[in-house]
C-alpha cells in the first residue's frame, strides 16, 4: 500500500458506536450477538476479545443505499446511518433469524454479493449500518 502521510497507520485499534441509549445498545452487542464485554466505570463496556477488523472503508452513503435499497438515495423514513459496522458469523441466516425475533428490521436479508459475501443488514440503535455477514475470502484457511 502506497502512503501518502507523514502518518503511518498499522492498524485499526478500536471502533465502536458513540451510543445514545445504553440499555439497547447493551442489549444488542452483548446479549443477542453475544460479545464478552468488560464493564469500567458503570457504564464504558469495552472488548479486547474480538479479533481486528479486516476492512476499513469510507463507504458513501450512496452506495449504501444502492446495496440495501436498489437505489441511490436513503429512504426519509429509516434513519440515515453514521457509520458501518459488519460482523462476520458462522452462520448468516440462523443469526438474521435470531435477531429479527429480538425485534430488528433487516433492510437487506442474507443476500449473496457478487464477490461471494452473504451478508444482512440493519440499523443499529446508535444509528449504525450493522451487517452481519458471512465473507470467504477474508477468512483463513483451517
Not at 471502533?15 to 442489549?27: H, L, N, Q
Request: with cysteine; proline share 6%.
Amino acid at each position: 500500500m502506497e502512503r501518502t502521510g507523514s502518518i503511518e497507520i498499522l492498524f485499526v485499534a478500536g471502533f465502536g458506536p458513540i451510543v445514545r441509549d445504553a440499555w439497547a445498545s447493551r442489549k444488542l452487542y452483548g446479549e443477542h450477538l453475544g460479545i464478552p464485554f468488560k464493564v469500567e466505570g458503570g457504564s464504558y463496556l469495552h472488548t479486547e476479545a474480538l479479533d481486528g477488523a479486516k476492512s476499513f472503508a469510507l463507504w458513501p452513503l450512496s452506495q449504501a443505499a444502492q446495496s440495501c435499497f436498489g437505489k441511490e438515495v436513503w429512504p426519509d423514513d429509516i434513519l440515515v446511518p453514521q457509520a458501518w459496522l459488519e460482523f462476520d458469523v458462522e452462520n448468516v441466516e440462523k443469526a438474521t433469524t435470531e435477531l429479527e425475533s429480538r425485534g430488528y428490521r433487516m433492510l437487506v436479508k442474507s443476500r449473496k454479493e457478487p464477490w461471494g459475501q452473504t451478508v444482512s443488514r440493519f440499523i443499529s440503535p446508535e444509528g449504525l449500518l450493522l451487517g452481519i455477514t458471512f465473507t470467504p475470502g477474508m477468512r483463513e484457511a483451517k
